[in-house]
């Protein structure tokens, strides 16, 4: 593999989960099942944030796809983007560990989102994020959280990628500092501080996040979460989105040569169980990613113009608008297709009403 591809050091067969354990896990279920499924996940606030990612990371690959401690150096350029990542002693964090940064951003975004004040260091519940995550809430949980956090604050990001509205060099890590707040008599954490760097707090700021399914949480391997960050990724802004084999294994950061990435990509198309999204292969070595039970085609669908979606976006700041005007042509379809005056004024409506909706 040549030096612009991240995530060099996991192994084929811990990537595509072919050892006995993972096999023997597959065979049990597709999904990780849901660990948490009572109604008191909805009660607190904590539970309402949705789950939301940053765009910067969701495009481009700066997690490792390895089960195991993960030191190499890794870099990756792509369309004028360059990103080095440099793991400590405890190795790159992981796909998996990447879930506290997810927890972090959607609290941040909920708060910003209710007016309420927000700071680059956040006080969490230790259990909350492990419940908020589909995680084990057992003594071994708490000790992979920790672990977790190592790793964030120990992997050094190097990177000319905009946030914000902003392009600069920098090096920095995935987060900060933490520290453990509060700990149970027998030394089992309660609370943790956790500091953003500054990269990720400017594109939380910046609003540079989509939202993604609770069931992300729920997929077994780094791969596959992976693959669907791409996926939520383009097809949030298009019914469909076609990618080679070739830059989806640049852009996925999977270190197997094409043959086998291409295997455990029809391995996935086989079993068919992304969040959201349904996969395809094409002639030409090509994957279609279609949005699921959302794709309307036909010369009379209506198409917004980006001021439109800008004034969609003001009305429901938050919100991705792009699953808004997802929402509304499934709707539109699913009322019998009429013939649209004004497809502007018929989406400005629809927002609208969502927002009253939700509000109630």
Known sequence: MDNSRLGVTETTKKESGENHGQDRM????????????????FVCDIFDALPKDDLGSMEHPMFSL???PDRRILNYAHNGVDITVTPSVRGLATVHDKDILIFCISQLMAALNAGRAVSQV???KAHDLLVATNRETSGDGYKRLREALERLAGTRITTNMTTGQTETTSGFGLIENWEIVRRTRGGRMISVSVKLSDWLYRAVLAKSVLTLSRDYFRLRKPLERRIYELARKHCGRQ?????SVEVLLKKS???SPRRVFRKMVRDMISVDHLPDYQMF??????IRFCRRGQVVEGPDR????PETLEEARRLAPGWDVYALEAEWIAYWAASGRVPLRSPRRAFIGYVVKRMSDDSN
């Open 281 to 286: 292969e094409e002639p030409g070595d090509i």
């Open 239 to 243: 019914p469909e989105w076609r990618i």
């Open 253 to 255: 950061g999977s270190a």
């Open 66 to 68: 390895s089960t195991r």
């Open 26 to 41: 597959s065979r049990a279920g597709a999904l990780l099942p849901d660990r948490h499924p009572t109604a008191d996940f």
């Open 122 to 124: 956040l006080h969490l």
């Open 302 to 305: 209506p198409v917004l113009p």
